[in-house]
């Protein structure tokens, strides 16, 4: 993560879709480059904005999904050691498993 230097990305994780939609105008509003990972995108168009989130030369900053897009298989910590969680999830475990996103233990 080092490669990355004080350019850390952050993940924020939300309960609710128009939640996460404010909070992605709010940060474009205020020039910060962020993108929203939700339902309505193609699986080839997430797995391009995964790998851009996980490039180190992306200006993309911020990723914002929901608990449940955010669920399996979405491997963040290439890019990303903080993660925000905006709302609780329905579960401790879904709040766990959203901030190991951005966690591996190898």
């Known amino acids: 993560k080092s490669r990355f230097g004080h350019h ?5 994780v939300d309960s609710c879709p128009l939640n996460a939609w404010y ?8 020039l910060v480059d962020a993108r929203t ?15 851009e989130f996980n490039d180190p030369q992306s200006t993309l900053r911020v990723l914002i999904t929901t608990y449940d897009m955010g669920s399996v298989g979405l491997n963040l910590h290439h ?3 903080r993660v925000i969680l905006t709302s609780p999830g329905r579960s401790w475990a879904q709040e766990a498993q959203a901030a190991g996103r951005a966690l591996r233990v190898c």
């Open 8 to 12: 850390q990305k952050v993940l924020i």
């Open 23 to 30: 909070a992605k105008v709010v940060l474009r509003a205020a």
């Open 37 to 51: 990972l939700h339902s309505a995108l193609e699986p080839s168009e997430r797995d391009t904005l995964v790998n």
């Open 79 to 81: 890019a990303c050691n």
